[in-house]
């Protein structure tokens, strides 16, 4: 039996370590590299390297549709192009059926989810609604950043990709079972304007987008007299009694860093910066500021 990989980012990387740590290399037929100048880094170089070490065969994405043809299965991780191999398994970073569609990861954190994980499925026509080959979770605490939970979440993936390998080295057939659909969720798209923080929700909710939207993503952004400022770290604290709640204004300076109100409940920043220089906002020359 032979599967052909389709990698990309960091989770595609450790997978691809992981699956030849547990000696099944010789049932990798080839290993299609995706890449993205858009990312930090998109790890194909890592990739490319740990394929080269191996001496497994690394193609790139214009060639697929011919290497597809030599093996049984194909496994997409991170993959964000569209496939249309036989066999073709898509790892998607939720616990289907919740959670289908973009970003599952990053709003399963905003929402406070206290359970993360991948489901493998097979492909077909709808996104994400394909029958279930397997599932691995891990339960979370907040606060958790999103490096955090990139890595919890990858540990998920190399379990459920362990499990596909050692299935079908052993001769096995993989089973799929459908969805309920009735317990089906969607997570929509993000763009450069859902990283704008909202003031009018509660702190503890700015305070997990805050970490969610973090690297290696742009960050969660406000707009302070016309300027950008990407806000790193916060705090939440407690609530005091406002008579005329204006979302936004700093109330006051606690540990020299500003209060700002929320929707309900106060945030403390900690570390912000303004996003053209990179360069820290701190110390604050003006106390009467409103973040927008």
Known sequence: MKVGLFLMTYKGYRVLQSVIESGFASHIGFVCIGKDANVGNDYSGEIEQCCLRHN???????????????????????????LDPENLIVLHDSLLPKYRGFAPLVNMLKNGEARIGVTAIFAGDEYDKGDIIAQSGSDISYPIKIEQAIETVTANYIEVV???????TAGKKLQGKAQIESDATYSL????????????????????????????????????????????????????????????????????????????GLLKITDAVYDG???????????????E
């Open 162 to 168: 362990e499990f596909i390998f050692e299935t079908i």
């Open 56 to 82: 497994i065969v690394s193609i790139e994405a214009k060639d697929a549709k011919q290497y597809a043809a030599t093996v049984d299965y194909s496994i997409a991780i991170s993959w964000r192009w569209m």
């Open 277 to 291: 220089t990179q360069e820290s906002i701190f110390p604050l020359k003006k106390f009467r500021l409103r973040f």
């Open 189 to 264: 798209w993000l763009d450069d304007r859902d990283y704008k923080i909202d003031w009018q929700k509660d702190s503890g909710y700015i305070k997990r987008f805050i970490d969610a939207v973090g690297f290696p993503f742009h960050g969660a952004f406000s707009i302070v007299n016309d300027e950008k400022i990407v806000i790193r770290e916060a705090e939440t604290l407690g609530d005091v009694a406002i008579e005329n709640r204006d979302v936004g204004k700093i109330i006051y300076f606690h540990e020299k860093f500003p209060v700002v109100v929320c929707g309900s």
